[in-house]
């Protein structure tokens, strides 16, 4: 193949050119939030996009580096804000790279032996998650939060696993205006 020159805007995430553009509604993800009767609502009202990913055009083969941006925009279910499905990799000796372009989240990544960590989300902040650490984003900022990352070409997606266990087990929820990162409790 041959090289690629793309822009990236990290005031709106997009990528010039990018590959196949992902764009996950509040229905794409059914039973992930805490307070399913809001989610309910919000489905039926407006059923919003929670976040896109634009991909650089690259082939999903080992060798090559899977990389682009994801954009998740700024909005509640609930207590809980938006955030992503999260996934393990189906090559659990693929690790990833997260470098913070605009807005403030957490990064809630966890083994499946039960260690739960996270990492805040600011503009300039780099977070390697190790391979076997499954990660799932959350943006608690008033705006969007963009981010870029890179992962091995051959790492896959594995949801199956994360939607077994009940979700993750730490939550990201508005308590007094703030946001709280807390164990999800019982959902496992
Ligand atoms: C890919 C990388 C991100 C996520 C994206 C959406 O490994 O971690 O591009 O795919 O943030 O998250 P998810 O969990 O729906 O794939
Ligand atoms: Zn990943």
């Given at each position: 193949m041959d090289p690629i020159r793309a822009a990236l805007d990290a005031e709106t995430g997009q990528v010039e050119p990018h590959g196949e553009a992902i764009t996950r509604r509040l229905?794409?993800?059914?039973?992930?939030?805490?307070d399913s009767a809001a989610e309910a609502r919000l489905v039926d009202e407006a059923n919003p996009v929670l976040y896109e990913v634009f991909p650089l055009d690259?082939?999903?083969?080992?060798?090559h580096v899977l990389c682009g941006t994801t954009v998740i925009h700024p909005g509640k279910v609930g207590t809980e804000y938006f955030m992503t499905k999260g996934h393990f990799h189906e090559n659990d000796r693929s690790a990833e790279v997260y470098h913070t372009l605009r807005g403030l989240g957490y990064l809630l990544i966890e083994t499946g032996d039960g260690r739960a960590e996270h990492c805040e989300m600011k503009p300039g902040s780099v977070c390697y998650i190790p391979p076997g650490w499954a990660h799932r984003t959350v943006n608690v900022g008033q705006g969007p939060l963009v981010f870029f990352y890179a992962m091995p070409g051959d790492a896959g997606h594995d949801y199956g696993s994360i939607e077994l266990r009940g979700g993750f087990r730490e939550v990201v929820v508005e308590e007094s205006g703030l946001p709280v990162v807390q164990p999800s409790g019982g959902r496992q």
């Amino acid at each position: 193949m041959d090289p690629i020159r793309a822009a990236l805007d990290a005031e709106t995430g997009q990528v010039e050119p990018h590959g196949e553009a992902i764009t996950r509604r509040l229905s794409d993800m059914k039973g992930y939030y805490l307070d399913s009767a809001a989610e309910a609502r919000l489905v039926d009202e407006a059923n919003p996009v929670l976040y896109e990913v634009f991909p650089l055009d690259v082939p999903e083969e080992e060798g090559h580096v899977l990389c682009g941006t994801t954009v998740i925009h700024p909005g509640k279910v609930g207590t809980e804000y938006f955030m992503t499905k999260g996934h393990f990799h189906e090559n659990d000796r693929s690790a990833e790279v997260y470098h913070t372009l605009r807005g403030l989240g957490y990064l809630l990544i966890e083994t499946g032996d039960g260690r739960a960590e996270h990492c805040e989300m600011k503009p300039g902040s780099v977070c390697y998650i190790p391979p076997g650490w499954a990660h799932r984003t959350v943006n608690v900022g008033q705006g969007p939060l963009v981010f870029f990352y890179a992962m091995p070409g051959d790492a896959g997606h594995d949801y199956g696993s994360i939607e077994l266990r009940g979700g993750f087990r730490e939550v990201v929820v508005e308590e007094s205006g703030l946001p709280v990162v807390q164990p999800s409790g019982g959902r496992q």
